[in-house]
């Protein structure tokens, strides 16, 4: 069978093994999402239980018989199956079954994911850390954040939420110290409107980058409203959008200091070209949300003017990456494109 007449043939969610990967901790990731065409498999792991149950019920019965290289196509059928929910939960089931399908035809077509999708990848992406459980007002703190900062990253990014106004802007500055360089500030959705436009003159330009998602909403009224109220204030959002209409309207209306997707969350690697797209247009820097590392590489590879460095999440991806044969691991601020077949990592089930 050649690749422009394979088909998907079995679409199946798999447990991972706890043996392989290690004992289970509460928020990982413990499934699989494999596909099949032509005696050929393909695969994308680790993926949470809910989007997993939703490939299992639904999605994977709509994507059987559909051409393997046909992933536009394949986007408007999973999406139709969905209709009103294809929001939040259904964009990412929708983009982890994406995922799992381009491994397969990387496969297929004996090329890494990177080479589909660009004629020439980049053989090397810059990636940046961020350690978003390390609280910065404990005593050990400064040597975590100067180890980090140490190991060659872009730059870093660190949580600041549960603190005064005040202590937030001291916190950032001390964390800017600490890595000897600007860093970026995630808020997780917690600051609100009253506390960010607190914050903003507290801050100093040189010190943070950005903050991202400082408000628990991310929509184009709420963060229209912010800029009028914070002027000059830079800001990063994106891992909360579902649909490519309300990024590209943000985008163009709030001109944010980084667009910060997530490549599964946004729908899959198919949808995250758009994206990609929509940034471009809007003269809007992409640094790509960490949760989807592996895909992001590859897109990052692909269209190295479009995307800056990816985000590395220091504590959490070496926990996902232990179902993984193959891991991606950053040195010197860089990871490796991997030169296998699809993704380049086998799942270890």
Same mark, same amino acid.
């Given at each position: 069978?050649?690749?422009?007449?394979?088909?998907?043939?079995?679409?199946?969610?798999?447990?991972?093994?706890?043996?392989?990967?290690?004992?289970?901790?509460?928020?990982?990731?413990?499934?699989?999402?494999?596909?099949?065409?032509?005696?050929?498999?393909? &695969?994308? !792991?680790?993926?949470?239980? #809910?989007? @997993?149950?939703?490939? $299992?019920?639904?999605? *994977? %019965? /709509?994507?059987?018989?559909?051409?393997?290289?046909?992933?536009?196509?394949?986007?408007?059928?999973?999406?139709?199956?969905?209709?009103?929910?294809?929001?939040?939960?259904?964009?990412?089931?929708?983009?982890?079954?994406?995922?799992?399908?381009?491994?397969?035809?990387?496969?297929?077509?004996?090329?890494?994911?990177?080479?589909?999708?660009?004629?020439?990848?980049?053989?090397?992406?810059?990636?940046?850390?961020?350690?978003?459980?390390?609280?910065?007002?404990?005593?050990?703190?400064?040597?975590?954040?100067?180890?980090?900062?140490?190991?060659?990253?872009?730059?870093?990014?660190?949580?600041?939420?549960? &603190?005064? !106004?005040?202590?937030?802007? #001291?916190? @950032?500055?001390?964390? $800017?110290?600490?890595? *000897? %360089? /600007?860093?970026?500030?995630?808020?997780?959705?917690?600051?609100?409107?009253?506390?960010?436009?607190?914050?903003?003159?507290?801050?100093?330009?040189?010190?943070?980058?950005?903050?991202?998602?400082?408000?628990?909403?991310?929509?184009?009224?709420?963060?229209?409203?912010?800029?009028?109220?914070?002027?000059?204030?830079?800001?990063?959002?994106?891992?909360?959008?579902?649909?490519?209409?309300?990024?590209?309207?943000?985008?163009?209306?709030?001109?944010?200091?980084?667009?910060?997707?997530?490549?599964?969350?946004?729908?899959?690697?198919?949808?995250?070209?758009?994206?990609?797209?929509?940034?471009?247009?809007?003269?809007?820097?992409?640094?790509?949300?960490?949760? @989807?590392?592996?895909? $992001?590489?590859?897109?990052?590879?692909?269209?190295?003017?479009?995307?800056?460095?990816?985000?590395?999440?220091?504590?959490?991806?070496?926990?996902?990456?232990?179902?993984?044969?193959?891991?991606?691991?950053?040195?010197?601020?860089?990871?490796?494109?991997?030169?296998?077949?699809?993704?380049?990592?086998?799942?270890?089930?």
């Amino acid at each position: 069978m050649g690749l422009a007449d394979a088909v998907i043939e079995r679409v199946r969610v798999e447990r991972l093994n706890e043996i392989v990967a290690g004992p289970w901790e509460a928020g990982d990731s413990r499934f699989a999402v494999v596909v099949e065409a032509g005696g050929v498999t393909g &695969a994308f !792991a680790p993926v949470d239980e #809910l989007p @997993a149950a939703l490939i $299992a019920t639904r999605l *994977g %019965q /709509s994507a059987l018989r559909h051409p393997v290289n046909d992933h536009r196509g394949l986007l408007h059928r999973l999406l139709a199956e969905l209709g009103p929910h294809a929001a939040g939960l259904g964009r990412w089931a929708v983009g982890a079954l994406d995922c799992a399908v381009w491994d397969l035809h990387g496969r297929l077509a004996d090329l890494p994911v990177a080479a589909l999708l660009s004629d020439r990848p980049a053989r090397q992406v810059p990636v940046y850390a961020s350690w978003l459980s390390l609280n910065l007002t404990t005593e050990s703190a400064a040597e975590f954040v100067k180890a980090t900062a140490g190991k060659g990253f872009a730059f870093t990014k660190w949580a600041l939420r549960d &603190a005064e !106004a005040r202590e937030i802007a #001291l916190l @950032a500055e001390r964390a $800017a110290q600490w890595a *000897g %360089q /600007s860093v970026a500030v995630d808020a997780l959705g917690t600051w609100g409107h009253l506390r960010t436009t607190e914050v903003a003159p507290l801050l100093d330009l040189e010190t943070v980058r950005w903050v991202e998602d400082p408000l628990a909403r991310t929509d184009r009224t709420a963060y229209i409203r912010l800029r009028s109220r914070s002027e000059g204030l830079r800001v990063a959002f994106g891992e909360r959008l579902s649909h490519l209409e309300d990024a590209r309207a943000l985008l163009e209306d709030c001109r944010p200091e980084a667009f910060t997707f997530d490549a599964v969350w946004c729908g899959g690697i198919t949808e995250a070209r758009g994206w990609l797209g929509a940034a471009h247009d809007a003269r809007v820097p992409v640094h790509l949300h960490g949760r @989807a590392f592996l895909p $992001a590489v590859h897109l990052a590879a692909a269209f190295p003017d479009a995307v800056g460095a990816v985000e590395y999440q220091v504590v959490w991806e070496p926990r996902r990456q232990r179902a993984l044969r193959g891991r991606l691991r950053p040195d010197g601020g860089h990871v490796v494109l991997p030169d296998r077949p699809g993704l380049g990592v086998e799942v270890r089930r």
